[in-house]
Nanobody
Framework: QVQLVESGGGLVQPGGSLRLSCAAS????????MGWHRQAPGKQRELVAV???????NYADSVKGRFTISRDNAKNTVDLQMSSLKPEDTAVYYC??????????????WGQGTQVTVSS
């Protein structure tokens, strides 16, 4: 089993910044990618940013230049630094971890979600 604990959500004014953190623990063996997704009311969950074990990153077009994803492989943590926040960034943000079990099968785990609200 893998547990993901997220922190850092909250209420922020437009133009402000927030930093989300996610710590993974449990039977991780090999983590291949860690990322953040979000789901706004009435919308599908969408990828925000992902980072591989090698440090390669991918961002949604809507957040490029404003959000930065980083990870600490030794601590199994992934952070999302969000700047120049807009009301349309309001959503529940979910941490995601994809990897491989020791016996070779894949795993894909999600955090419980943390609310980010951008409003004046």
């Amino acid at each position: 089993q893998v547990q993901l604990v997220e922190s850092g959500g909250g209420l922020v004014q437009p133009g402000g910044s927030l930093r989300l953190s996610c710590a993974a623990s449990g039977s991780l063996f090999r983590i291949n990618a860690m990322g953040w997704h979000r789901q706004a009311p009435g919308k599908q969950r969408e990828l925000v940013a992902v980072i591989t074990s090698g440090g390669s990153t991918n961002y949604a077009d809507s957040v490029k230049g404003r959000f930065t994803i980083s990870r600490d492989n030794a601590k199994n943590t992934v952070d999302l630094q969000m700047s120049s926040l807009k009301p349309e960034d309001t959503a529940v943000y979910y941490c995601n971890v994809q990897g491989t079990y020791s016996l070779g099968g894949p795993y894909d785990y999600w955090g419980q979600g943390t609310q980010v609200t951008v409003s004046s």
